[in-house]
């Protein structure tokens, strides 16, 4: 090889790299010098607490994230979320690197082996189902807001123990929008046809199947989000993309149910498939920037305020620039470190700030976790994180 | 059936010279492990259609591994062996058809969780493999960001780390610098498929015009390809309950054959033919940006025809749309120079790195330069990585100072 390309070969060498950079950019101080929060040290009831999980999706890499190069574009998440929680700079993902099977391993604490084209239940039981039947919680107390294909199956598994009777209530906001562009006849449908695409690989948005499965998303319009068709698209049509309509049906979930779990995953990243760098970059931007949105919206609504832990975290991370076997940003094929390896940030009142948490954790971690800090039982094969409990 | 049931009369339905390697190195085939023979075989039988470069290749290869001593390859081959294949696998028929085989097996070793195994075990044998002796001077070109504007503290960040930054470049006689400094390098090479360039837009007369020896491809040139790629692309993305979109254009694609978007009507050229074709069939978005196009047919040219001259010009590509507009139309409303020229200076980046994967030690010249602009960067033997030269000089001055 006539030049060295062989940097950032290992999850410990990215890891490295990246505290590094922290270190550089924030001054981040160690663990053990941290004070806990005082709001933590009150005993606060754990079923009161509200968890929101967030996924930075579609396949987000170090160095157009935490990396030096890629710190331009993500200003919110560096200078304003990261001094108030703690972040985690290896979290690895051993599991299959497809965006549905790789949520729903995040969601139920266990690698999926399923197939990721396949619009299914998981096995394995979810965080929703967990949380709601360890805790009796009800059925308009966890939600997940995904984008549409294969995700509509994400809410409970498929076990035998568990299933939809203890699942979330899964909103698929471009279902929603096409539900309501139908029903509101509207002559602008196809100006808000960004807002419904899918992503490169999974091009088309999957057409209503029929007259009642529109109704059923009218209906969850109006009664869960207490929203009306016109309103709705009306709203629409003020948004840039996908992500955005996710973080606005988020913000009407919150007004209307205040669910005390709620999944979002964003996605619009993923259009990186189609190999535009720019567009990729463009989402990685966007998406910093509705994450501290989200974290705002948390901070101003008093159902949430100062009872909210907040996770983000991508799914994955796609595959290194020097992968021969892969092609850069554009894909997540090869299964190498750099698509294996991401990061974590968490705030919530618990919870230290401005602390970098150097060790490794898995995406199935998360799990265990939250149930073990609010008090149910999970059969995740994740391990608890203690710095998060 | 397994690789140490294979037998001469195994390779009947391959054409001749494929049916003729696979023979010639049987012994090697019946011992590689299940999750690597496939590829092997997809070579062997593309190579009618191969470049000659690859052709090289895969001798090189299949020798260099026949050769091994016994225990050396057991060491190698033995991780490889010890993967599981499921019997449905195993009864595919990949030896007439390894390319439907391969994609199913790559699933499989991820369903399985034995991807990272795969992946150390290949990487360990294919390292085994003796580098060969290459004394090839390679020249690339790479030019982009027309229309866009550039600032001089945000341009070609990347590329800048690995060679020498011109902030001052005269651009007067820039065509005419590198078409001079392609035709020289390009008379030096009179092997078949040896110079390439390659334009998002429409071939360049002011550039192609000189040179002979030259393979010139463009975006513009291969839109009835492309458009019949979108075509069989848009009657399968439909997700359905039980199958999914990507998997479905996946399979649709690589089952298109030249044959079926007509690529004969483009050239005469059995080996182009097929090239052009799986520069569509085979990709990510190519099929809708040009800067793709210029990207990944750069790569491929690299990674198979080896190319000792290469000039590759990224222009604009069109405005990002709903993407069942795209996929619908092959002719843009609109485009997007800022967004392109960001492209094409990653894509540039990863031209680079794929060229310094094929090239001996200093034996490498890579220039990019922003059209029109007095910004580019030199890479190569001759070219200190991550130093700026604010001296105004023409880009064959700088060639000569620093190529």
Sequence with gaps: MPHSLGHLSSPRAISATRRDFLRGTIGALSMASMPRSLTAQTSLLRTAQKTILVTFGGGARDEETFAEEGQENIPNLLHTLLPQGTFFSQVINA????HYVATASIVTGSYERFDNFIAQAPPNPTLFEYYRKGLRRPATDTWVIAPSNGFQRIGSSSHKNFGPEYGAGVILPKRLLAAALHDNKATDGEALSHLLQDSYEMPEYQPLQSGMDRELHLDMLESSLRLSVQDFVQKARSLDSADELSIYITRQLMKQQAPSLMMLT?????????GSYSLYVDAI???DRLCAELWNMVQTDPEYKDRTTLYIMPDFGRDADNDPAGNGFQHHRTGGAMARTTWMLALGPHLRQNTIVDHPIESIDLVPTIGSYLGFETASTGKVIRELL | MTPDQLVASSFNGYPAAARRFAV????LLQRLPLVVCPSFLQQIQNLDTSFPAEKESLRWQCDALQKLAPERYSALASPLAALSVSPSLQSLDWVQSPASFIPELTAYLWSSGQINQFRLGASALFASVPSREDTTHRLVFVMLGQGAQVESGKVLRKLSKQGVFFSSLKTATALQDIRQAIESHASKASAPYA????DGGVISDEIAGKLSNTTAVSYTGLSKLRERVLERMQGAVTLTSSSGGAEQIHTRLTNTSWRDVGASEITSDPVLQRFYTELFTES????????????WTGRELIRRAQPQTLLLRYTPRQSHRDMREMFASATPSSFDPQGSFRDAEMGAYYNWIEMSRIAAPGKLTFMAWVENKPFAVIAGAGAPAGT????PMSIAEAL???G
Excluded: K
């Excluded at chain 2, 110079?195 to 390659?198: A, E, G, K, L």
């Design chain 1, 95 to 98: 599991g299959i690197l497809g």
């Design chain 1, 266 to 274: 964003l996605h619009d990243m993923d259009i990186a498939h189609s």
């Design chain 1, 285 to 287: 931007q966007r998406a």
């Design chain 2, 24 to 27: 010639e190195h049987l012994s």
């Design chain 2, 195 to 198: 110079n390439w360039y390659v």
């Design chain 2, 284 to 295: 990510s978005g190519p099929q809708i940006f040009s800067t793709s196009f210029v990207q």
């Design chain 2, 388 to 391: 700026i030269c604010a001296t």
């Design chain 2, 400 to 402: 000569q100072n620093f």
